[in-house]
């Protein structure tokens, strides 16, 4: 069965700082990989995905993750964190002949002003 | 594109009625429609796949005959709790993977609905 863990529960930085959150995944063939995000009383949106190729995959909103192959990880990446980026995050993962979608318990991201 | 909706977005009821919840896709056709649960503070948990013109299928500990689910189009997927009690009280999620076409959104890609709020007194 596959499983993922996000590393950060809740995560508080200020504006203009650098944010990483960490993902793992446990699963034993290809899989997918994306990061979603859900802003407060939003629903869940598509931040990136990967599924082959360059394992450095941008996304939307200045967000990037990179897929460590040999890690079993895809951390999410911003260089510099706006306000309006406090949302909770979600990393999921699937295999890729599987329909089935795990998610991660989710971070939450606050941002200061 | 890849917008899906969902309705209603908040509901209260009473114990014992049942509820209805829809989930359409609004530009794009679904192949494949999921339903999630989401308790505050946690992640999304699957509770079932829906397949146009076919039976659901049901994650283990799911009642399917609590949770019943419908797939008459693919563009439409309905979920209705019946005989709701409070510890079914929570957020409702669905979301749907688009038909393979060139001019449609990513394959194997969820886009979820915005949830629906169901309340049991």
């Known amino acids: 069965a596959q499983s993922v863990s996000q590393h950060n529960h809740h995560v508080i930085l200020s504006e203009a700082a650098s944010l990483e959150l960490g993902c793992n995944y446990s699963?034993?063939?290809?899989?997918?990989l994306f990061w979603y995000v859900q802003y407060p009383g939003q629903h869940l949106q598509l931040l990136l995905k990967?599924?082959?190729?360059?394992?450095l995959v941008k996304g939307i909103k200045g967000f990037e993750a990179e897929f460590i192959k040999s890690k079993f990880s895809f951390n999410l990446r911003k260089p510099s964190v706006q306000w309006s980026d406090t949302a909770e995050y979600f990393c999921?993962?699937?295999?890729?002949?599987?329909?089935?979608?795990?998610f991660g318990a989710g971070t939450t991201v606050t941002v200061r002003a | 594109g890849a917008v899906v909706s969902q309705h209603p977005s908040w509901v209260i009821c009473k114990s014992g009625t049942s509820v209805k919840i829809e989930c359409r896709s609004l530009?794009?056709?679904?192949?494949?429609m999921f339903w999630y649960r989401q308790f505050p503070k946690q992640s999304l948990m699957l509770m079932a796949t829906?397949?146009?013109?076919?039976?659901?299928?049901?994650e283990q500990g799911v009642e399917k005959d609590k949770f019943l689910i419908n797939h008459a189009s693919l563009t439409l997927s309905t979920l209705t709790v019946t005989s709701a009690h409070p510890e079914d009280s929570s957020f409702y999620i669905c979301?749907?993977?688009?038909?393979?076409?060139?001019?449609?959104?990513?394959?194997?890609?969820?886009?979820f609905g915005p949830g629906t709020r169901l309340t049991v007194l």
């Open positions: 979301s749907a993977e688009s038909f393979k076409s060139p001019e449609g959104p990513s394959t194997d890609t969820q886009y």
């Open positions: 699963y034993g063939g290809t899989v997918n």
């Open positions: 990967y599924f082959s190729g360059d394992p």
């Open positions: 999921a993962v699937k295999g890729s002949n599987d329909y089935k979608l795990s």
């Open positions: 530009d794009f056709q679904a192949t494949t």
């Open positions: 829906s397949n146009e013109g076919s039976k659901a299928t049901y």
